[in-house]
C-alpha cells in the first residue's frame, strides 16, 4: 500500500474541510427556505371547518350559515344539561362581550345544541337568561344538529346514563368564523383572557 506523503495528507485535510464547509453552507441557506415554505402552506392551508346548517333559534326562527354571510360569528357546541364546561364557557363568553363594549354588536355568537331530543328553543330561552342575551342558542331536528357538527368537525359522543338519562361527551373549543362563514381561528379557555379577547378583536378587525 502506497504510504500517503504528508503533502497529500494536507491536501486531503484542506478539501475534507471545503466539502464540509459548502455542505453546512448549503444546510444553512435551505433553512429559511424551508420555514418559509412550511409557514405558507400552514396560511393558505385553513381547516375546512364551516359549511352548510340550518337550525332553529331559542327565539323559534330559522337562522342558516347563509343568514350569517357578512358577520363573523363565534360558534360554542354545548347543552343545557351540561354540568361544566358549558355554562363556564357561555359565562366567559358573556364576560368577553361585555370587555368588547359596542363592537361587541359586530359579531353573533351562538351556542348551538347537540341534545335535539331535549334542547327545545324554549329551553334554550330559558337557559340563556342567565346569560349575555347577545348569545344566540341554536337547536333542530337530530339530523340538523348532526349535519351542524359535521359541519364544524366536532366532537360530540351521547353517553348514557342510569335511568335512561344520558349526557354527552364534548370538546370545549370556541370557533371563531369570519363573515365568509370560513374558519378564522379558535379560543380556548385555557389560554390568558387578554388572548381570547385580542383574538376576538381581530376577528371583528379583519374576519
Ligand atoms: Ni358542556
Redesign the pocket.
Known amino acids: 500500500m502506497k504510504r500517503l506523503s504528508q503533502e497529500s495528507l494536507l491536501w486531503l485535510l484542506l478539501i475534507s474541510v471545503f466539502v464540509l464547509g459548502a455542505l453546512s453552507l448549503t444546510l444553512i441557506l435551505r433553512m429559511p427556505m424551508t420555514a418559509a415554505t412550511s409557514t405558507q402552506v400552514s396560511i393558505t392551508g385553513r381547516p375546512m371547518i364551516g359549511g352548510p346548517f340550518r337550525l332553529t333559534t331559542h327565539e323559534g326562527k330559522t337562522l342558516t350559515n347563509e343568514d350569517l354571510k357578512g358577520t363573523p360569528y363565534v360558534a360554542f357546541f ?2 343545557t344539561h ?1 354540568p ?3 355554562p363556564t364557557a357561555l359565562w366567559n363568553l358573556s364576560e368577553l362581550l361585555k370587555a368588547l363594549g359596542p363592537d361587541g354588536n359586530k359579531l353573533k355568537v351562538l351556542l348551538i345544541s347537540v341534545d335535539a331530543e331535549r334542547d327545545k328553543p324554549e329551553l334554550l330561552a330559558t337557559y340563556l337568561q342567565s346569560f349575555d342575551p347577545r348569545i344566540i342558542g341554536l337547536t333542530g331536528t337530530e339530523e340538523q344538529v348532526a349535519e351542524t357538527v359535521r359541519a364544524f368537525k366536532t366532537f360530540v359522543r351521547k353517553v348514557p346514563l342510569k335511568d335512561g338519562e344520558f349526557t354527552f361527551d ?1 370538546i370545549a373549543t370556541i370557533y371563531l368564523m369570519d363573515c365568509k362563514g370560513e374558519f378564522f381561528s379558535a379560543l380556548d379557555l385555557h389560554e390568558p383572557e387578554e388572548a381570547r379577547l385580542a383574538k376576538l378583536r381581530r376577528l371583528i378587525k379583519e374576519g
Open positions: 354545548g347543552f351540561c361544566d364546561v358549558c364534548h
